[in-house]
Nanobody, 125 residues
Framework: QVQLVESGGGLVQTGGSRRLSCAAS????????AGWFRQAPGKEREFVAS????????NYADSVKGRFTISRDNAKNTEYLQMNSLKPEDTAIYYC??????????????????WGQGTQVTVSS
């Protein structure tokens, strides 16, 4: 069983930056694919970014490509999401996730097995 705890959310102005962290405990984080998803009020949870077990391969949603960067530090059992040039439409609860079934970078929410509790990011206009 893997436990995930996010941190770093908060209020930020349009154009600002924020870095989310997700600390993992239990399991073998270093061999699992990891990702970030978000859910805005009244909307379904959507893919943001994913990273393979080694950190070499990444994928991004078109809406965040060029602005967000996913990374991981397997020595610290932690994944990160650096968010730059934030927009009001980025406002959502952000969730980190880990897939114990896949080591490669995956985008499908159904392929993830463990989830954090979520952290709110609010971008003011």
């Amino acid at each position: 069983q893997v436990q995930l705890v996010e941190s770093g959310g908060g209020l930020v102005q349009t154009g600002g930056s924020r870095r989310l962290s997700c600390a993992a405990s239990g399991g073998t984080f270093s061999i699992y694919a990891a990702g970030w998803f978000r859910q805005a009020p009244g909307k379904e949870r959507e893919f943001v970014a994913s990273i393979n077990w080694s950190g070499v391969s990444t994928n991004y949603a078109d809406s965040v490509k060029g602005r967000f960067t996913i990374s991981r530090d397997n020595a610290k059992n932690t994944e990160y999401l650096q968010m730059n040039s934030l927009k009001p439409e980025d406002t959502a609860i952000y969730y980190c996730a880990v897939s114990r079934r896949y080591g490669s970078s995956v985008r499908d929410v159904s392929l993830y097995d463990y989830w954090g509790q979520g952290t709110q990011v609010t971008v003011s206009s």
